[in-house]
């Protein structure tokens, strides 16, 4: 099956920093990604669609200069969380469709703690 | 009102039981739906595809009622490796949004 690429999978930095996340899709073209951040016992939440070529759609609350996202080919897409706070510690995933309308498959997650 | 809702537990029971999960979904648009398994801290992961006609797969059934727009889940024979989170997702098809429940925590006991 399809697989998803995640990486780092843990990242602890000092407040302030920027800490870059990448998707990949393995063997399949994803022209969508999603975005999602998980906070402990909560459940997934959208924080922004990414699309190869143009930019992101975010949901409403999420603020774009902060978690900037970059899909500048078919296999990859980039979340930057600009000057982090310990409020962004979070599990961050991210997760694609194989084909539209499609199931997801999803990265291992990337667990960011800011100190 | 949440595009996809779930109760979210816990569902305690012990080893061998069945056990059954209910989601609802708001947009009737609705294209596809899916069971997915999450593990604490880790990606969720597909436990199966909901159709129309229901389907099976070894001790899990998974049913779809459009006309009352509510997606099942059912376990039989439950093992204490099925202690997770079901989290159930919907999609919009052509929009290619995905709507994820907030999850139904399970936890089987010996």
């Known amino acids: 099956g399809a697989v998803v690429s995640q990486h780092p999978s843990w990242v602890i930095c000092k407040s302030g920093t920027s800490v870059k996340i990448e998707c990949r899709s393995l063997d399949f073209q994803a022209t969508t990604m999603f975005w999602y951040r998980q906070f402990p016992k909560q459940s997934l939440m959208l924080m922004a669609t990414?699309?190869?070529?143009?930019?992101?759609?975010?949901e409403q609350g999420v603020e774009k200069d902060k978690f900037l996202i970059n899909h500048a080919s078919l296999t990859l897409s980039t979340l930057t969380v600009t000057s982090a706070h310990p409020e962004d510690s979070s599990f961050y995933i991210c997760?694609?469709?194989?084909?539209?309308?499609?199931?997801?498959?999803f990265g291992s997650g990337t667990q960011l703690s800011v100190l | 009102r949440k595009e996809v809702e779930q109760d979210p537990g816990p569902f305690n029971v012990p080893e061998g039981a069945t056990v059954a999960f209910n989601c609802t979904y708001s947009?009737?648009?609705?294209?596809?739906f899916f069971w997915y398994r999450q593990d604490c801290r880790k990606e969720p992961k597909l436990l199966m595809s909901?159709?129309?006609s229901g389907n099976e797969d070894g001790r899990f059934t998974a049913q779809l009622n459009r006309a009352s727009q509510y997606i099942s889940l059912l376990i039989r024979d439950s093992k204490l490796s099925d202690s997770a989170t079901y989290l159930c997702v919907v999609n919009y098809g052509n929009f290619n949004k995905f709507y994820f429940g907030s999850g139904t925590k399970l936890n089987v006991k010996p």
């Open positions: 947009n009737s648009a609705s294209q596809s």
């Open positions: 997760s694609a469709p194989e084909r539209v309308g499609e199931k997801l498959f």
């Open positions: 909901v159709y129309s």
């Open positions: 990414s699309n190869e070529g143009s930019k992101a759609t975010y």
